[in-house]
């Protein structure tokens, strides 16, 4: 069987069980037999698609279904880089649903969730698998509106409804954006097969409109300041695992989407879209970082994290393109490899520390991290599988995130070869920015691990937690196993990788299997080589021979007193440092320019016993200089329009005779 | 047998930063002592320190977790890989390739990140304001130590810090503007990261400005040793970084036997020596800073390495 046949099989799978969903939702045992079909689906999936990506087929045969465009058929496909995309999809599916058949037992309303989680998921492969632009729309809408339905499946609770009205807008415009597009890239023939668009030649005014509409279109899904607003409003409203899949699954086939047309049907690039690319890629990242920074609520702040990981990714994306446009092959290889990596490490992680929040949902009822605390003493096994999500999304070595940030800055160390002035400055700045949002995302999570899990109980609910069930507890370290995994094994990746580079880019980075002692060598190892597992060997040798010589020799006597706190002892939990407080230094640096940010103090006076007070006052400057002026143009417009609602029928006939008669004199003059 | 010898000389290296690290502190100490006419306690105090700590019980905090006993042996381990992996009297040992300058900046940060985790594990207020000052430390100097590290690397064409130190030993670096910017830049960042005037006073813990101190304030005993172990291990590292990339005279190349490796020492030693003299006279003749004049004081090393970067840029295309 040809491998996009398996995937289309499993495709229909999940279709199939989101039909029987809808029939036997109310059943009791509907959850598991639901997240166990799509956990075997997805896992079928996802080792058809391994084979196809490792293992690559000599020429990848598609598949025509009579559907679609009556003289196009639909047509879907499995390359190298549709065969990645559908790992991350799948692997993050089966994830989900892993954790799904736990989680979803404490699902209020279960006939809202499991109809659509599998259909998501079928939405998701599908725009992965489309080879022809109308087969990718139709599919690409699907994926959104099955994931607007779980965005709304708690729509009573505060806060949801607008979430989803806020996305369902957006995706629509984003839509639109990306029909556009295509239709650009189609040109007056019309022929919307990826195979004619790759062939046809596009003319620089089409490839800048095309690159403009895609980086709304695709960005607005994935997450690109300023596009992003209505990321952290609906991934967050969505049960845990469904948010998983949106964070660290959905924005990646977004992200599959830019990649496909600009890299793959685009044809070559001009390094002007580089800068573009990397200017946008820069801001993102640190803008979604200090919106994390800033966040308290648990959910909230991950789905923040997701735009700045998202801003790396497409910072690369942006190093990639200008580094092909100068026919810096290995080079653009290079920072090619690095988003690809990081939008696996992202999956891995992102759906981790979801899978993580859920699960603090799931024991506490709460998101509020200022509520939180001291989870590390009731969740022991939740919080390490937590502790690894966060060490890993801070980029730290030996795990994986790591691996793939230091791709991305051996990247940006290759600029000096670029001809062009401005990239040869612009790619320094983005690479200081990078580093920026890398050691805030640090920061971010020492916060968000400190707060929530550390230090002692600010509330009644988080006393009283308890660990989570099984299945919610191997998902979470199966992902944190795999963390490690490709943190400290990080050349067969790469090596798996390279085939989509030589499919995209014609050039792939040297072979790492090569390389003793398992390292990792980008260019050449004079120039720099990194080796995780050597890193992770000796940290592990160092450390117990610390804990050897120390426990042979040093005094073992312990003992558990009150905290010292330099003798001045909180009187209760309330006064531990909150999330907020956390944040303070970082507010000052950076939230006066970019949030507007400033505390005031009510102090009141000398004698009076009232508390004084202190409120943090911010800005989303994004939302109240962009968004808010054309909503409040939009409800303008509605409400002088409204007017034409109660016209009689007269003046309604004599309307749409003027109307006829402008556009035959608009007719009539243009041609 | 080559193996074996490798091994051993990598060993070496191991050992020797981690047995000269209290040293350098204690003789930077001494020598602030002796700036300000005091006596000063010997310069192998530090050492007599570390073994009263070990051999103290340690006080536990009650809600203390699993993570704060974790996290003194897995900074210190961190931070003692990374110190393993900067050149000191050699290039090239056998797992100098391990990692990159990068690497070996995140693997600080790694130290760092659980050290600032378990500041916030007790639930004092210390313990949160340090962590998150030390976090807003952190997020300004990396952006300027990538700055500095891509002018190094744009003059040495390498991150790998052998590469770098044999190139700069060589004779055709000379003089050049930029250098002097991004050691500037470097030596600012370093300041920041070991906490030292005018960032932090590594003396102190009881005022508000504090940031080290004060995260590990619930530290005592054995854990308080190996914390304060690995604090004395990067400010060896910092100062062999600095030594290895901008004063790399006399450092033996891998291979070249005993006798290059004992000047090689000598000469790491003497260095060390001339730093900590420079580093002790700073901080005497410095005040400390509030602390949000820090953003103003990184900014500044971010400045200097990006325009040393551009001024590469410049000199080469003419």
């Avoid at chain 1, 109308?134 to 599919?139: E, H, I, Q």
Wanted: hydrophobic share 60%.
């Amino acid at each position: 069987m040809s491998a996009v046949a398996l995937q289309m099989i499993c495709v229909a799978g999940l279709l199939g069980v989101a039909v029987l969903a809808t029939m036997i939702s109310r059943l009791k045992a509907a959850t598991s037999v639901v997240y166990g079909a799509t956990l075997a689906l997805s896992a079928v999936a996802l080792i058809g698609a391994m084979r196809s990506l490792l293992d690559p087929p000599a020429a990848a045969g598609d598949l025509v279904l009579p559907i679609g465009l009556p003289w196009l058929g639909a047509h879907f496909r499995v390359d190298a880089l549709a065969a990645f995309f559908l790992v991350v999809v799948n692997l993050g599916g089966a994830a989900a649903s892993l954790y799904g058949i736990g989680y979803g037992r404490h699902e209020p309303a279960p006939h809202r969730v499991l109809p659509f989680f599998p259909a998501f998921l079928a939405g998701m492969n599908l725009v992965v698998l489309a080879d022809d632009a109308f087969s990718y729309l139709l599919c690409w809408e699907f994926m959104s509106l099955a994931s607007w339905a779980l965005v709304m499946a708690h729509h009573r609770e505060a806060g949801n409804a607008k979430a989803g009205y806020v996305y369902l807008v957006m995706a629509s415009f984003g839509t639109l954006a990306l029909l556009l597009a295509f239709g650009l890239l189609a040109g007056p023939a019309g022929d919307y097969g990826f195979v004619a668009i790759r062939a046809a030649q596009h003319t620089p005014y089409v490839a800048t409109l095309v690159l403009i509409l895609m980086l709304v279109g695709a960005g607005s899904k994935a997450g690109l300041v300023p596009l992003h607003v209505w990321l952290p409003l609906a991934h967050p409203a969505a049960p845990s695992h469904v948010s998983a899949l949106m964070s660290g699954v959905m924005t990646k086939v977004a992200i599959y989407g830019f990649i496909r047309v600009i890299f793959d049907l685009l044809g070559p690039p001009t390094w002007a879209a580089s800068v573009v690319v990397l200017i946008l890629g820069g801001i993102t990242a640190v803008m979604g970082i200090l919106y994390a920074m800033m966040e308290r609520d648990l959910k909230r702040l991950l789905a923040y994290s997701t735009i700045e990981n998202i801003g790396v990714i497409f910072a690369c994306l942006g190093l990639a393109l200008a580094f092909q446009a100068n026919g810096l092959k290995l080079a653009a290889a290079l920072a090619f490899t690095a988003a690809l990596f990081h939008v696996l490490n992202h999956s891995f992680f992102k759906s981790l520390l979801f899978f993580g929040a859920g699960a603090v949902l799931t024991s506490t009822g709460e998101r509020d991290m200022d509520r939180l605390g001291g989870l590390i003493h009731r969740m022991p096994r939740s919080s390490f599988a937590v502790l690894v999500g966060c060490v890993a999304i801070s980029a730290l070595p030996p795990f994986n995130g790591f691996v793939s940030e230091w791709l991305m800055f051996q990247a940006v160390l290759q600029s000096p070869d670029l001809p062009q002035w401005a990239l040869k400055i612009t790619v320094p700045a983005v690479g200081a920015l990078l580093a920026l949002a890398a050691a805030l995302a640090a920061a971010c999570f020492v916060k968000a691990y400190g707060v929530t899990f550390l230090g002692r109980p600010r509330s009644t609910a988080a006393e009283t937690a308890h660990e989570v069930d099984r299945y919610s507890l191997s998902a979470m370290f199966i992902l944190a196993a795999l963390c490690l995994l490709a943190g400290i094994l990080p050349g067969p990746v790469i090596d798996a990788l390279s085939p989509i580079s030589v499919q995209i880019l014609g050039g792939s980075m040297p072979i790492q299997a090569d390389e003793p002692w398992l390292s990792i060598v980008p260019i050449a190892e004079s120039r720099s080589s990194y080796n995780g597992l050597l890193v992770m060997v000796f940290i592990t040798i160092s450390a117990s021979l610390a804990v050897v010589v120390i426990h042979r020799f040093a005094s073992h006597a312990l003992r558990r007193g009150p905290a010292w706190g330099c003798g001045f002892p909180d009187p209760t939990p309330a006064a531990q440092y909150s999330g907020a407080s956390f944040a303070q230094p970082i507010r000052r640096v950076f939230g006066t320019l970019v949030f507007h940010a400033r505390d005031h103090v009510v102090m009141p006076p000398p004698g009076d016993t009232r508390p004084a007070r202190l409120r943090i006052e911010l800005h989303d400057l994004v939302w109240e200089q962009m968004y808010q002026p054309i909503a409040s143009a939009v409800g303008l417009s509605a409400d002088r329009l409204n007017r034409l609602q109660f016209l009689t029928i007269r003046r309604y006939l004599s309307l749409v005779f003027a109307t006829l008669v402008t556009l035959l004199l608009v007719l009539a003059i243009w041609s | 047998m080559v193996v074996i010898s490798d091994i051993l000389v990598q060993g070496v290296q191991m050992l020797l930063v981690l047995l000269l690290a209290p040293l350098l502190t204690g003789f930077v100490r001494k020598i602030k002592a002796r700036l300000v006419l005091r006596q000063g306690a010997s310069v192998f105090q530090p050492y007599r320190d570390l073994l009263r700590l070990l051999r103290k019980e340690v006080v536990l905090a009650e809600n203390a977790s699993w993570l704060f006993r974790v996290t003194p042996y897995v900074t210190f381990s961190a931070i003692w890989v990374a110190a393993a992996l900067v050149p000191t009297f050699a290039t090239g040992l056998l797992f100098n390739w391990t990692a990159d300058l990068i690497a070996i900046v995140a693997l600080l940060g790694s130290a760092r990140f659980f050290l600032a985790l378990a500041g916030m594990d007790v639930g004092t207020s210390f313990g949160g304001i340090g962590s998150s000052r030390e976090v807003m430390i952190a997020a300004l100097a990396e952006p300027a130590m990538l700055l500095i590290f891509f002018c190094m690397a744009l003059v040495a064409g390498s991150t790998q810090l052998s590469t770098v130190a044999n190139f700069m030993a060589s004779s055709y670096v000379g003089l050049r503007v930029s250098l002097g910017m991004a050691l500037i830049a470097l030596i600012m960042v370093a300041l920041a990261e070991n906490a030292r005037i005018p960032v932090d006073n590594p003396a102190t813990h009881l005022e508000l400005t504090m940031v080290h101190e004060a995260m590990v304030l619930e530290y005592s005993g054995r854990h308080l040793a190996m914390i304060e172990l690995g604090a004395f291990l990067k400010l060896l590292l910092y100062v062999s970084l600095i030594a290895c990339v901008f004063l790399p005279w006399k450092i033996a190349v891998f291979g070249a036997g005993p006798l290059a490796y004992a000047v090689g020492a000598a000469s790491y030693v003497v260095k060390l020596a001339i730093a900590g003299f420079l580093l002790a006279l700073f901080e005497t003749a410095t005040a400390k800073m509030r602390v949000f004049r820090i953003p103003q004081f990184l900014g500044a090393a971010l400045m200097l390495g990006l325009l040393g970067t551009l001024l590469l840029f410049v000199s080469r295309s003419f």
